[in-house]
Antibody, heavy 117, light 108 residues
Framework: EVQLVESGGGLVQPGGSLRLSCTASGFTFSNYWMHWVRQAPGKGLVWVSRIKIDGSYTTYADSVKGRFTISRDNAKNTLFLQMNSLRAEDTAIYYC??????????WGQGTLVTVSS | EIVLTQSPGTLSLSPGERVTLSCRASQSITNSYLAWYQQKPGQAPRLVIYAASSRATGIPDRFSGSGSGTDFTLTVSRLEPEDFAVYYCQQYGSSVLTFGGGTKVEIK
């Protein structure tokens, strides 16, 4: 069974940092692109970032570029999102998802990040 | 970045009805790289359609997608109770991916 389990969310003050992790199982992690997508409470989906199969290529939404860094460890079947200079508007459920370079077909259940003083 | 506008925001329909959802892009989407997702309350999204018209694995054939350029549609030929949800379009034709704001299909 395919599983993606996010962790690392929580409450952080504005300007702070947080590192999210996503552990994959049930499929060959190193064969898939990985994405982060977020959703503010009661709002729509917002794509955040993606990383190529071997980690050699990454892209970001304009709203997080320069503040967030996506990375992966294929040996440990784990995806990461390092989030710096956090703002209130970064408050959301963060989902990791696997799939193609553009679309995704496996999703985790998400981890909540709350940015507040 | 490419902005996707979905309309209408909410649709109130009955089971058995046909529904067509619209997704309009601010610029042409390369190679019709457009996907549709379904999301139910408290759940992660589920891929329905990719490449504008290809059904994802396990998606029933009452779902169909069409379109090219800047205008795309998702059609559900006969709504089943489990189809009531929020639907999002997403483009992946540019290096920065974007989602539309979503259309909620609710039971009338």
């Amino acid at each position: 069974e395919v599983q993606l389990v996010e962790s690392g969310g929580g409450l952080v003050q504005p300007g702070g940092s947080l590192r999210l992790s996503c552990t994959a199982s049930g499929f060959t992690f190193s064969n898939y692109w990985m994405h982060w997508v977020r959703q503010a409470p009661g709002k729509g989906l917002v794509w955040v970032s993606r990383i190529k199969i071997d980690g050699s290529y990454t892209t970001y939404a304009d709203s997080v570029k320069g503040r967030f860094t996506i990375s992966r460890d294929n040996a440990k079947n784990t995806l990461f999102l390092q989030m710096n200079s956090l703002r209130a508007e970064d408050t959301a459920i963060y989902y990791c998802a696997s799939g193609d370079s553009g679309y995704t077909y496996y999703w985790g259940q998400g981890t909540l990040v709350t940015v507040s003083s | 970045e490419i902005v996707l506008t979905q309309s209408p925001g909410t649709l109130s329909l009955s089971p058995g009805e046909r529904v067509t959802l619209s997704c309009r892009a601010s610029q042409s989407i390369t190679n019709s790289y457009l996907a549709w997702y379904q999301q139910k309350p408290g759940q992660a999204p589920r891929l329905v359609i990719y490449a504008a018209s290809s059904r994802a694995t396990g998606i029933p054939d009452r779902f169909s997608g069409s379109g090219s350029g800047t205008d795309f549609t998702l059609t559900v030929s006969r709504l089943e109770p489990e189809d009531f949800a929020v639907y999002y379009c997403q483009q992946y034709g540019s290096s920065v991916l974007t989602f539309g704001g979503g259309t909620k299909v609710e039971i009338k």
